[in-house]
């Protein structure tokens, strides 16, 4: 039996690793890799709370969890696609058009 | 020490190798695979927690389609590794306070809120997910995210045309 203490540690690392990479990196599809990497954290937490409680509702939310990234995957990569035909980077640092 | 327990940190140092490998990486088309590495790892860390519907799920959706769909728009873009220094040294020491900051946060509250290793009739398997999932309690849920799904769809070919 896994301690589920443990598995909510390993889901608090992986979610601060990938805010970090959010910071860290320039390239727009690292950053949202690391977003992406943020969601598995969070779902990985959801698992272990559902084992905890007992109860399913957790896994339930992980299928929504989920579909809403799969939506926002194809949604982003797309912008990304426009993005980069507009402004032929992908550097995060050179779309500052909303910067006051 | 048990198998599975023994598998499960084998699996944690997995995830958190590669999703550190992830960041490290200049190239994105490595950090797209040091993710896939992370996102297997959880996979089966789900199986571990007793999610086999779940496990299969991240495998099939997470590091099947998602990926695949981060690695076609990278060789479609022919991304290039990231040039140039990297982002200055008081941005990276102020990140990394922060990130600090917010680990210490997370983990007190996380192992405040759960102890032990769950109840022993824990039971999610396929057809209990089923029940749960078409039960009247998420039938509105389900529809608005077959809505969702599609609006997405849409939302991305207009968006990627030319």
């Known amino acids: 039996m896994i301690p ?15 805010a970090f990479g959010v910071f860290l990196r320039r390239n727009v599809i690292t950053v949202f890799m690391c977003v992406e990497l943020m969601l598995n954290a969070v779902n990985l937490s959801f698992v ?18 989920m579909t809403v990234a799969a939506a926002e995957a194809a949604v982003g990569l797309a912008i990304i696609m426009a993005l980069q035909r507009h402004k032929e980077t992908l550097d995060v640092d050179s779309f500052n058009l909303m910067k006051w | 020490m048990p198998i599975d327990l023994v598998l499960f940190y084998v699996l944690g140092a997995v995830a958190i190798a590669a999703s ?3 960041i490290a990486q200049r190239n994105p088309i490595y950090s797209a695979f040091a993710l896939i590495a992370t996102l297997c790892a959880l996979a089966a860390i789900y199986g571990l927690l007793g999610s086999p519907f779940i496990a299969v799920l991240q495998i099939v959706v997470y590091a099947g389609a998602i990926m695949v769909l981060f690695l076609f728009v990278l060789m479609l873009l022919s ?10 040294k008081s941005l990276k020491v102020a990140a990394g306070a922060l990130v600090l900051v917010f680990a210490a946060q997370v983990t007190s509250v996380v192992t405040a809120a759960a102890r032990g290793t769950g109840s022993a009739t824990f039971d999610a398997s396929t057809r209990q997910m089923a029940l749960k999932l078409f039960s009247p309690e998420f039938t509105y849920t389900f529809l608005a995210t077959a809505i969702l799904i599609l609006a997405a769809l849409v939302g991305a070919v207009v968006l990627a045309k030319k």
């Open chain 1, 4 to 18: 589920i203490n443990d598995a909510l540690v390993l889901s608090a690392i992986l979610f601060v690793i990938g």
């Open chain 2, 20 to 22: 550190v490998a992830m």
């Open chain 2, 79 to 88: 991304v290039r590794p990231e040039e140039g220094p990297s982002r200055s």
């Open chain 1, 48 to 65: 272990a709370f559902s084992r905890s409680l007992g109860t399913l509702d957790g896994q339930i939310l992980v299928f929504f969890v």
